[in-house]
């Protein structure tokens, strides 16, 4: 019987352990990496896509910035939303697709980390699109920093993934989650892996110029080349005009 949805918003309606996962441990060290890159001034508003629960724009809410949070799963997203609650703060989290965003130029700076939805989709094409809906939502000049599965990882393996396809970059695996009633369920995934010309490539395909380029290893390291030791890498770029 086929799933009524995809695996990642299967994966996320009932991720209760999400907050304790080893990835979202370092909040406060990547916000302020972040914040040294960010714009100031008067213009404060920032776009988190695929907020989750909300860890980067709860962090940044409490620093001054005006968040908008966007998630394609409402577990998450309510969960975001009593964070928010519970420490005082205002963000504006909502429910969206990372596809299709409802902004046309409104925000001075955007986020899209810990994949945010991007690379977990079915289809480059849909990759593709995330990043375009990322250049909408922003005024020009504005400020984009997202994070990337890193190809070169995967080839690296002396014992790769027997479901990586060296042709696609892309991984096939299983995983194993609870669904929303506490039932067991087993989740067929996909994960596309990029290199950092290929990327920078599709940025600026879409509008962006490409910045800088950091590393993605126990946080977020300035003035560092990505290697074949990290599993992800960060790129920061600007919307032109």
């Known amino acids: ?20 996962e080893p990835y979202t441990q370092k909040t406060c060290e990547e916000v302020d990496f972040l914040i040294e890159r960010l714009p100031t001034g008067s213009d ?4 988190d896509i695929g907020c989750g629960t909300g860890r980067h724009a709860l962090e940044l809410a409490s620093r001054g910035y005006h968040v908008t949070g966007v998630d394609l799963s409402e577990g998450m997203i309510e ?44 289809t480059d094409e849909m990759d593709r699109e995330i990043l375009e809906s990322a250049f909408r939502s922003l005024k020009p000049g504005g400020l984009f920093i997202m994070t990337s599965p890193n190809a070169a990882f995967m080839f690296a393996r002396e014992t790769a993934s027997e479901g990586f396809d060296p042709c696609t970059c892309r991984e096939s695996f299983q995983i194993e989650a609870n669904d929303a009633h506490g039932e067991m369920q087993v989740l067929d995934c996909t ?12 940025l600026q395909q879409v509008g962006f110029r490409v910045t ?16 074949s030791d990290d599993f992800e890498f960060g790129l920061i770029c600007v919307a032109t005009c």
Do not use: I
Not at 44 to 47: E, G, I
């Open 1 to 20: 019987m086929a799933r009524s949805q995809p695996w990642y918003k299967a994966l996320y309606a009932a991720f209760d352990s999400y907050d304790e």
């Open 191 to 202: 994960q596309r892996y990029y290199t950092v010309p290929e990327l920078r490539n599709l």
């Open 79 to 122: 969960r975001a939303q009593r964070h928010a609650a519970d420490r005082s703060l205002q963000v504006d989290f909502r429910v969206g697709d990372a596809r299709n965003l409802p902004f046309e130029q409104q925000f001075g700076a955007a986020l899209m980390l810990c994949e945010g939805g991007f690379s977990l989709v079915e």
């Open 212 to 227: 800088e380029v950091f590393r993605v290893s126990d946080g977020y390291q300035d003035e560092c080349a990505p290697t």
């Open 44 to 47: 404060t508003s920032l776009l």
